[in-house]
């Protein structure tokens, strides 16, 4: 038996409602063409022009609402989403670059 792979091509920008608005709409096509397994490119979620502009948009792993949604996605399409990397803010001035997996049931 084989299994569909989608693979997601987007520009991703600074504002981060936009690029999971793209993710959602990809998803939902890659899904309704029966894909499985979708991969985002790295940095899907926020692609920051600087330091700064990351300082001001990353948000941390815990209590990110980005990575709630992400999981609703594919938790509504039953498919296993792998994100390629979105950056997230460590809390000490750093940050790190984490790609992600959401299962089925929505479960990173």
Do not use: K, W
């Not at 989608?6 to 709409?25: D, F």
């Amino acid at each position: 038996m084989s299994e569909r792979v989608a693979l997601v091509q987007m520009c991703s920008g600074t504002a981060v409602e936009a690029n999971l608005a793209a993710i959602e709409t990809a998803v939902a096509e890659a899904a309704a063409g029966g894909a499985r397994y979708v991969l985002t490119p790295e940095m899907s979620v926020l692609f920051a022009e600087n330091r700064q502009m990351l300082a001001e948009r990353a948000l941390p792993f815990e209590g990110n609402e980005a990575l709630d949604r992400l999981a609703a996605t594919a938790r509504e399409h039953a498919i296993v989403l792998h994100l390629g990397s979105m950056p997230f803010a460590l809390g000490d001035g750093r940050f790190a670059n984490r790609s992600l997996v959401f299962s089925e049931s929505g479960q990173i």
